[in-house]
């Protein structure tokens, strides 16, 4: 795939790891807020939280989720 806008500077960081607590979407709110602010980054809306529940593999239960800031956005995947 070309490069269709060369003059934007994209940056990106993705970070794994592993998660000995039960994470829930209070955990998940609690993270976002302290991020952000810590990074001085603004929502402009509250994190999307989706989970498919009893959808899919039970291993692979979990959460996705989105937070939008502006100019930008940040995605969680447990």
Do not use: C, W
């Amino acid at each position: 795939m070309k490069n269709l806008a060369p003059e934007i500077f994209r940056q990106k960081l993705l970070i794994e790891g592993f998660y000995t607590i039960k994470v829930d979407e209070t955990i998940i709110k609690n993270y976002f807020n302290n991020l952000t602010q810590t990074l001085d980054l603004k929502m402009y809306r509250e994190p999307i939280i989706f989970s498919p529940a009893i959808l899919g593999k039970k291993d692979n239960q979990g959460h996705n989720t989105f937070v939008p800031l502006i100019d930008s956005g940040i995605s969680l995947y447990i």
